[in-house]
Structure formats: C-alpha cells, structure tokens
C-alpha cells in the first residue's frame, strides 16, 4: 500500500528557533499534500494544501509567514514552524492525496515541543 | 462549507459486542467521499472505510461497516465483535469537490475485557 513516511517524529525547540519536518510520499508520486495541526484530545484542522510547484494555499486564520510551506518535488513537501512559540506546541500530520485523487494517506506525525 | 458532527465523545463496550458510532455530515457539493479513521494513542491515522456518495451499497471492510443514509446525512460506522485493540479515538471526514477532509470531533472508544 502507499506509504507516507514524516520526519522527525517527534522534536523539541527551544523558543524562537525554527523547525523543519518533512513529508514524504515513498512509494508514488503526490502532487497534492496536505498538512495537518492536532491539539492533544481534538480533531485534526486542516492548515494548508501543498501543491508541486506551486504556493501553498493556507485555511483562515493561519499565519503563511509563521508556517512556511514547500512542496519542491512530487514526493516531498517540507513545513517550517518559524520564531517558534511554546503555543505552537502540536501534533502535526501530512498527508498526500492518491494518484486517483479519492484517497488520502497519512503519515504518522510529527510531535513538536517548543520550549 | 461542509460540517461534519460527532455527538458522542466517548463510549464504552464490552469485548465481542458490537458498537455504533454516529456521524452526521453537511454539503453543498453534489458528489463527496465519507471516511472513517482509527487513531490510536501513537497518533496513526488509520483508514478503515469509506463510502462515496453514489455507491448503493453501503460498505463494508472485515469487522467495519458503514450505515450509509443519504437522505438523513448519516454515515455511522459499526464495528462488530469489539476486540481490546479497538480502543482508540475514532473520526469521521468528508471529502468534498476540492479533496479537502473534514473531519469530525472524535469519539474515544474503550473496550472493555
């Protein structure tokens, strides 16, 4: 089955620094990802729509400057947690859209812990 | 906009019983996908079936099935002869025109030995 592999998993930051996580689609191409925020107990919200070679497109009320999105290949889409707060604190989960566009695969998220 | 509802944030059964879980969905958009996924404690989004707005038959996947009542707006999901390693947060999304999920606020599912 299609495997969607994300890195780190889990990290923590002090408060100010940025961090990188990565999405990656291993076994098909994706030119659509998705990323995704989860509060400890909640649902998941979606943050953004990553799009090969293309600029991300953000849901309201997140911050594009804060959350950096880059989707430079069709297996690999990065988000940048920039100036980091302790309130960004969150479990954050990719997923990318099947070939067929029906389907979406996640990856097994990333836990961040800013400081 | 889509919305998504699940009422019961928690529910306890008992090992081998069946349980249901209710979701009800809202949408403008005439053909939509409706998911259930399993998230255990690790975080996992685990798929575990989906039914698309014009299949007839409702689905079903091993020990899953999906109540699908389209007029009512309802996609409930049954899970028969609960096992322990059923605990876990379950979600129900939609998928709309634009392959956007919507999800659902949850239910915790405890089975009980």
């Known amino acids: 089955g299609a495997v969607v592999s994300q890195h780190p998993s889990w990290v923590i930051c002090k408060s100010g620094t940025s961090v990188k996580i990565e999405c990656r689609s291993l076994d098909f191409q994706a030119t659509t990802m998705f990323w995704y925020r989860q509060f400890p107990k909640q649902s998941l919200m979606l943050m953004a729509t990553?799009?090969?070679?293309?600029?991300?497109?953000?849901e309201q009320g997140v911050e594009k400057d804060k959350f950096l999105i880059n989707h430079a290949s069709l297996t690999l889409s990065t988000l940048t947690v920039t100036s980091a707060h302790p309130e960004d604190s969150s479990f954050y989960i990719c997923?990318?859209?099947?070939?067929?566009?029906?389907?979406?695969?996640f990856g097994p998220g990333t836990r961040l812990t800013v400081t | 906009a889509q919305k998504i509802t699940q009422t019961q944030p928690g529910m306890f059964v008992q090992e081998k019983e069946a349980v249901t879980l209710d979701c009800t969905y809202d949408?403008?958009?005439?053909?939509?996908?409706l998911f259930w996924y399993k998230q255990p404690s690790s975080g996992e989004m685990i798929f575990l079936i989906y039914?698309?707005?014009?299949?007839?038959q409702n689905a079903t996947e091993g020990r899953y099935s999906l109540n699908f009542q389209k007029a009512r707006k309802s996609a409930n999901l049954v899970i028969s002869a609960s096992q322990l390693g059923d605990s876990a947060m379950y979600f129900c999304?939609?998928?709309?025109?634009?392959?956007?999920?919507?999800f659902g606020a949850g239910t915790t599912v405890t089975v009980r030995a």
């Open positions: 039914q698309g707005s014009y299949d007839q």
């Open positions: 997923s990318a859209r099947s070939p067929s566009g029906t389907e979406q695969y």
């Open positions: 999304a939609m998928r709309g025109n634009d392959y956007k999920l919507s």
């Open positions: 949408t403008s958009d005439p053909s939509y996908g």
């Open positions: 990553s799009n090969e070679g293309s600029k991300a497109t953000y």
